[in-house]
C-alpha cells in the first residue's frame, strides 16, 4: 500500500508538493480551510468580474514550464500566455512613462535620462543575468537544511558573483544615478520584500526576470494557473478537500501519524504543511515539537502587508496599462514607514492592475476590472472599514490627478481586503503578505527549515521557507520538499 501524505492549504506550493509526490506514488490528499483552492491565489467572481484576489505579475515564465514539463504537459495545455508590451507603466510626479518590452527599447529609455546608461543598463543585466541562471539553477533548488550543502568549492567560486554582501541599492547606484532609474530597479525588492538598503545584491537576478524575461500574462486570470496545477494533480490521483481546516498535527512518540481535520482524525504517514509556517508550529504542534519559539518568530524581519482593492467598473478607463506603478511620491519615506516606524503611510506608492486591458474575460463588455494595492507594515493592527475607505480616497485622488478622471462615480462592485483579512482568511503571521523579507540573515539555510527537527516526517513547504516568496519559488518549494520526502523513506509502507 503506498503511504499517505496529508497536505494542510493549497497554495502553490502545496498544490507542487502534492503533484510530485504522486508522481512519485504516495497517496496524496490536500486539505484546504477556505471553498476555494489557490490559497493566496484564489479567485473571486461578482456581478461578471472576476478578480485574482493574491498574485497578478507572471514573471520568470521558464520557471512554470518546466513545472509542467516536469509532468508532460505544455503550460499551452491549460493556459494561453501572452507578453505584455509596454511591460506596466510608470506614473511620476510629473508625467507617467510606459517601460518597453523590448530591451533595445529600453535601453534606449534608460540612456534617455542618464546619457551612458543604456550600455550599463545592459552591463547591469549581463550580471544579473549569471545571478538568475545561478540562483535560479542551482541555489533554490536546494532544501538548505544545512550551510554543508553551500560548502563546494564548485559553489563557492559561483557565489562569489551573486554578491551577498552587498547591498543591492548600493549596486545599482554604481551603475546609475538618475532618480528615476534607480526606483525603477529598486521597486520588486522594496514592494516585496524589504528595503533595498538591507536586501542583498543577489536579488538584481529579480531585474532580470522583469526586464529580459518580461513580464507575462495568462489569458483568464492567474487562477487560470491554479486550475491547470489541480488539473495535473488530480490526474496523478491528488485529492483535495475543501471547507476542511486543519485543527492539530497528531503526533506519536515525535512522529506524525496524521491530522485532525473539521474534528476527524485523519491518519497519514507524512503530513506536509503549506499552510503558514508560524501558524502550523503555535496553533497545530505542542511546544516541545516546534522548531522555533514566539521569541525566534518575533525576530524575524517580514516582508510587507498589504492593504487590497478589487474594484469593478462600469465603464472603459483611460489613461492605464495593464499593470500600473504609482511613484508619483518618496520611496524612501513610504519605505521607512513600512519597513523602519511602521505607521500608516502618509502619501503611499500604489499599484493598480487591470487585466480587462488585456483580457476581455475578466469583465463585463465595456467595463474595467481594477485592483490596487498599498503596500504596508506589518505591525498594523487597526485597519477599520474608515481607514480602508480613507485610503482608497486617497489614491483614487491621485488617479484622478493622473488620468484626468475619477472613477468613484461608476463603480459597481467594491471590495477591500487588509491585515486583519490575511490573518483571518490565510492564518497570515503578522498580516503578512509576501513572507519573509529577503535580507542576507534570511536567505538560504537561514530560512525557517522545510523539515522538522523535532517531528518526525513533518515538513513544510511554502513561502516562510526555502527559497522564499513569490509564486515561482512556491512552484520550486513544493519540488523540493517533494525530493526531500522521497528521500526520507520508500514510497511503499
Known amino acids: ?31 484546504e480551510k477556505n471553498k476555494s483552492l489557490g490559497g493566496r491565489a484564489r479567485v473571486t467572481e461578482k456581478e461578471g468580474f472576476t478578480f485574482d484576489m493574491g498574485p497578478s505579475w507572471y514573471w520568470m515564465p521558464d520557471v512554470f514550464d518546466r513545472y509542467f514539463e516536469d509532468f508532460g504537459k505544455k503550460v499551452s495545455d491549460y493556459y494561453e500566455l501572452v507578453r505584455l508590451s509596454p511591460s506596466y507603466r510608470v506614473f511620476w510626479s510629473d508625467k507617467p512613462d510606459d517601460i518597453p518590452s523590448d530591451m533595445q527599447e529600453l535601453e534606449e529609455y534608460f540612456e534617455a535620462y542618464e546619457k551612458g546608461s543604456g550600455e550599463k543598463l545592459r552591463q547591469f543585466m549581463s550580471e544579473a543575468k549569471t545571478k538568475y541562471d545561478i540562483g535560479m539553477g542551482e541555489f533554490v533548488t536546494k ?28 549596486h545599482i547606484r554604481s551603475y546609475f544615478k538618475h532618480p528615476k532609474l534607480i526606483e525603477l530597479l529598486e521597486f520588486p525588492v522594496l514592494f516585496l520584500g524589504a528595503k533595498p538598503q ?23 486570470g492567474m487562477g487560470k494557473i491554479v486550475e491547470g496545477m489541480v488539473s495535473v494533480a488530480q490526474d496523478l490521483g491528488v485529492k483535495f478537500h475543501t471547507n476542511s481546516g486543519v485543527e492539530k498535527i497528531i503526533t506519536r512518540n515525535s512522529k506524525a501519524t496524521g491530522i485532525v481535520v473539521n474534528g476527524e482524525k485523519i491518519e497519514a504517514d507524512i503530513v506536509v504543511s503549506g499552510a503558514d509556517y508560524h501558524h502550523t508550529e503555535q496553533k497545530l504542534l505542542d511546544i516541545s515539537e516546534r522548531n522555533y519559539s514566539t521569541k525566534y518568530w518575533d ?7 498589504s492593504l487590497l482593492y478589487y474594484v469593478g467598473v462600469n465603464k472603459s478607463v483611460e489613461g492605464i496599462k495593464h499593470h500600473n506603478l504609482f511613484f508619483d511620491e518618496s520611496f524612501d519615506v513610504h519605505a521607512t514607514e513600512i519597513y523602519d516606524t511602521h505607521k500608516w503611510p502618509e502619501k503611499p506608492l500604489f499599484y493598480v492592475c487591470s487585466p480587462s486591458k488585456t483580457d476581455s474575460s475578466v469583465a463585463p463588455e465595456g467595463k474595467e476590472n481594477m485592483f490596487f494595492l498599498v503596500p504596508v507594515s506589518t505591525e498594523l493592527m487597526n485597519d477599520s472599514e474608515k481607514i480602508r475607505k480613507k485610503y482608497f480616497d486617497m489614491i483614487c485622488d491621485r488617479l484622478t490627478k493622473h488620468i484626468g478622471e475619477d472613477i468613484r462615480p461608476n463603480i459597481e462592485v467594491y471590495e477591500s481586503f487588509a491585515h486583519s483579512d490575511f490573518v483571518e482568511v490565510y492564518n497570515s503571521f503578522k498580516g503578512n503578505a509576501y513572507g519573509l523579507a529577503n535580507t542576507l540573515k534570511q536567505t538560504a539555510f537561514l530560512k525557517p527549515k522545510l523539515k522538522s527537527k523535532k517531528v518526525e516526517n513533518l515538513f513544510f513547504t511554502g513561502q516562510l521557507t526555502s527559497p ?22 520508500a514510497t511503499k509502507r
Request: proline share 7%; hydrophobic share 40%.
Open 198 to 220: 538591507n536586501t542583498p545584491s543577489l536579488y538584481s537576478l529579480m531585474n532580470y526576470a522583469d526586464m529580459a524575461l518580461g513580464t507575462w500574462y495568462p489569458m483568464g
Open 143 to 170: 532544501p538548505s537544511l544545512s550551510i554543508t550543502e553551500f560548502m563546494t568549492l564548485d559553489i563557492a567560486k559561483k557565489g562569489l558573483s551573486l554578491d551577498l554582501f552587498k547591498p543591492i541599492s548600493k
Open 1 to 31: 500500500m503506498n503511504k499517505k501524505v496529508a497536505i494542510i492549504g493549497s497554495g502553490f506550493s502545496s498544490i507542487s508538493a502534492a503533484s510530485y509526490l504522486a508522481k512519485a506514488g504516495f497517496d496524496v490528499s490536500v486539505y
Open 299 to 305: 525576530k524575524r524581519t517580514m516582508a510587507p502587508s
Open 468 to 489: 522564499g516568496p513569490g509564486v515561482p519559488p512556491s512552484l520550486i518549494s513544493g519540488k523540493v520538499v517533494s525530493g526531500l520526502i522521497e528521500k526520507s523513506g
